[in-house]
């Protein structure tokens, strides 16, 4: 699939992402000045030369693209009147703390000490990063869950495999890393074309299927 391709079927442009959420673009560039809402994922810069009997015409064009998740995003700043990064950083570690909970209710737990005694310095740390726009690349719609999955996914797979370099899994722990791999599954990017051979999709899912000889999640 070509960049273009990939880029319309799986992310909004700056335009698209501004009219769905119901707000000028100016608005955007305010939240992202006032960091509470990520940069774009991907920007383009298209070289354009125009042939015409006016005669020849070159110019640059920029493009933002946006995850689909920062659709959701951008309704919960209107629905919250949020303004600053402080209001907006409280909305993204409850919700990051509530959806970490809703793993461990399902028995997908971490003793990493990240999702434990250091865990608000970690969100801290996540939420720069999703500000960034890492989360918007290495995952499927940027969303607040998904960055959990890709967190919470990551640490058990490198504890199980002791960082994807032990020779085999014990029989008691597959069925936790099956669940690890659920998780990334759900929520890691496809990546394009130029991206997969480096992607974490094919360091933590396809890799570690393919060593293990594991099942498809």
Not at 70 to 81: N, V
Not at 105 to 117: H, N, P, T
Not at 134 to 149: D, L, P, T, W
Request: charged share 25%.
């Amino acid at each position: 699939m070509r960049l273009s391709n990939y880029l319309k079927s799986n992310f909004y442009d700056a335009n698209e992402l501004c009219s769905l959420i119901k707000v000028e673009p100016e608005q955007l560039q305010q939240w992202q000045e006032n960091s509470i809402f990520p940069n774009a994922s991907y920007s383009i810069d298209n070289l354009i030369k125009c042939s015409s009997y006016l005669g020849l015409y070159e110019c640059v064009e920029v493009t933002d693209y946006y995850p689909r998740g920062a659709l959701d995003w951008g309704h919960m700043l209107l629905r919250h009147e949020v303004e600053h990064s402080s209001h907006a950083y409280e909305l993204f570690q409850n919700k990051y703390i509530t959806t970490l909970k809703a793993c461990a209710d399902k028995g997908i737990v971490s003793e990493d000490d990240k999702f434990g005694e250091d865990l608000i310095e970690h969100i801290q740390q996540v939420w720069q990063q999703f500000l960034c726009s890492k989360y918007g690349v290495i995952s499927q719609n940027g969303s607040v869950e998904e960055v959990v999955f890709i967190d919470l996914g990551r640490a058990l797979v490198d504890r199980i495999t002791e960082d994807r370099t032990c020779a085999a899994v014990p029989t008691e722990q597959r069925a936790l890393l099956h669940e690890a791999l659920k998780l990334l599954n759900r929520s890691l990017s496809h990546n394009a074309a130029h991206e997969r051979q480096d992607s974490l999709r094919y360091k933590y899912i396809d890799s570690v299927m393919q060593k293990y000889d594991l099942s498809t999640c």
